[in-house]
């Protein structure tokens, strides 16, 4: 556990433990990513990874330990102010909304932001408008970056696995996060799609912190500065990528071997 | 034309929508309902018939007509958003059919409390319009200005509603918590508001139901949304739940059944206009004639 920064840090886990029942799903995990770094959570199946990222986002309390959004003057957020706070997280699997068109899908990842009031809304006065119009060509302008706006007007039931995913992560771009969390997002990609999510995760960095979980450890391996391994609920080891691609705790927790 | 105009056949047809647009606007409420919250709400018709008593009876003190209207709406809007608070939040999460035992109980108590403070006697409203048909060259033109007011209002209720919820923010945010909560917080949208604002804009739109429904020849009374309700609860299935224009659709559709099976066939079996209309559309397209399919992903 050598891995140290001295930028701004962005989120930070300290001594954060979950219990359900009996089962430790976390075990004093403490880590952080910084401002502008993309950090990669990984480890075998059942590590704890996503339990993580639910304590990240609110969905689950810790049952001990804090989580806190320093850079943001934040802790403890509940998952509705996560978006006012620059925060987006993308759900395993795909997580768009059905029965609402793809372009629709990408409109609601604005809804946090102030304008368009109720009123004007409602009755369409040329305020309310004008901003669904800004929306909509911003929306567009995200799936146009990920390369998939020819599919805005389809229903997320009727798109490939792999372009409902660019959507979800378009959608998550439209709150204009600060810290981007991603819940596998090289999922369903083939090669040639994956190339290019790489460039667009490491352009990113540019503008904003992002948490991946990833089984693809090509595409983790490429595109972290910072990897936090868990094994059984407890952080194992933290480094760079090459610094964990030797670690042979990581190797024997993930090949089950015993060096 | 005149004599088009004055023929019984289109006596039937306005007749038809008349009655087609009050079924039309229960079930766009019971869409709204559904579509910001998955609840089939069974009480919908006796709160819409509840805010118009309190509403209504207001003429009693000498209130105009078009006040009272504005006092139901409020009204209904009122009772929409506290019943959503009150009794379907606790109910979030259980299984489905505790909301609608829940709502069928709360239309008996309502129906009840009705009947206790106005009694069960039905009362005529004033309608604000004349509902005398018009004459042409001396033949009578099966239309009134009643019955114009009537389609008007619904029409311009229904394309608000259609709009609200297909352009704007308010109406995507309605859409998106009812379809997945949990993602819709992550976004930032205040899930339990959208809940409470859906339920409100559905009563709003009931009370404009029963309101109509009252002010015409039908009157008020404590059950007289049943059968309404009913009829709406069909075209809303027909259109398939999720369909603004779909529960408009039905709702005209089965309005228009009813009054031809009324006139050429027997006014004891006209409710069954809405059942024929029912058992062919779900045997056409079971998940309803107007609802997008969400396809399968591939």
């Given amino acids: ?259 | 034309m005149s004599a088009f105009l004055t023929s019984s056949l289109m006596h039937n047809i306005f007749g038809g929508l008349a009655q087609g647009v009050v079924y039309s606007l229960v079930a766009l409420s019971l869409v709204i309902v559904w579509q910001s919250t998955h609840v089939l709400n069974f009480a919908q018709g006796a709160m819409a018939m509840f805010a118009t008593y309190i509403g209504m009876t207001e003429i009693d003190r000498g209130i105009g007509y078009w006040w009272c209207v504005i006092i139901s709406v409020a009204v209904g809007m009122i009772v929409g958003g506290l019943t959503e608070r009150v009794l379907i939040r606790p109910l979030y999460g259980k299984p489905e059919i505790n909301p609608i035992v829940v709502m069928v109980g709360f239309l008996g108590v309502l129906e009840a409390l009705s009947a206790a403070i106005w009694t069960s006697s039905t009362r005529n409203i004033a309608e604000p319009f004349s509902q005398i048909f018009y004459h042409a060259n001396g033949n009578l033109v099966y239309l009134s200005p009643f019955i114009i007011f009537q389609i008007i209002l619904a029409i311009c209720i229904m394309l608000l509603v259609a709009a609200l919820f297909r352009f704007t923010r308010l109406g995507l945010q309605l859409r998106a918590s009812a379809l997945a909560p949990e993602v819709s917080r992550l976004l930032g949208i205040r899930v339990s508001r959208m809940l409470t604002i859906g339920w409100m804009l559905s009563a709003g739109v009931g009370a404009i139901a029963a309101v109509i429904q009252a002010s015409g020849s039908f009157g008020l009374f404590p059950t007289n949304m049943d059968g309404i309700f009913v009829a709406g609860f069909i075209a809303a299935a027909v259109g398939g739940l999720e369909s603004p224009i779909g529960a408009v659709a039905g709702g005209l559709l089965i309005g228009l059944a009813e009054q031809f099976i009324l006139a050429y066939w027997s006014p004891n079996v006209a409710p069954l206009g809405g059942i024929i209309i029912l058992v062919v559309a779900l045997m056409i397209r079971p998940q309803g004639l107007f609802t997008k399919h969400a396809g399968r992903r591939v």
């Fill in chain 1, 1 to 259: 556990m050598t891995y140290s920064t001295s930028r701004p840090i962005t989120l930070a886990f300290e001594h954060v433990s979950v219990r359900f029942g009996g089962l430790l799903a976390l075990n004093d995990v403490s880590f952080e990513v910084a401002e502008q770094e993309i950090v990669g959570l990984i480890g075998p199946n059942g590590a704890g990874k996503t339990t993580a990222f639910n304590v990240a986002c609110g969905f689950q309390r810790p049952t001990s330990g804090t989580v806190s959004f320093p850079e943001l003057g934040k802790r403890g957020l509940h998952p509705a102010q996560l978006a006012k706070v620059g925060v987006a997280r993308t759900l395993q699997g795909v997580g768009l909304f059905n029965h609402l068109s793809v372009l629709e899908n990408v409109m609601a990842g604005a809804q946090s932001r102030p304008g368009g009031g109720l009123w004007s809304s409602v009755m369409g006065l040329p305020g309310g408008l004008r901003h669904e119009r800004v929306l909509r060509d911003e929306a567009m302008g995200q799936l146009e970056r990920l390369g998939v706006a020819t599919f805005a007007e389809a229903l997320p039931g009727g798109i490939p696995y792999g372009i409902a995913k660019k959507v979800s992560i378009a959608r998550a771009l439209m709150t204009r996060p600060t810290l981007l969390m991603l819940d596998e997002p090289a999922s369903g990609l083939d090669e040639q799609e994956l190339d290019a999510f790489i460039q667009l995760i490491i352009e990113l960095r540019s503008t904003m912190s992002v948490l991946l979980v990833e089984h693809n450890m090509d595409f983790v391996m490429q595109v972290v500065n910072q990897l936090v391994v868990l094994n059984f609920g407890q952080v194992i080891a933290r480094g760079t990528p090459s610094e964990i691609s030797h670690n042979p705790d990581v190797l024997a927790a993930y090949l089950g071997l015993d060096e």
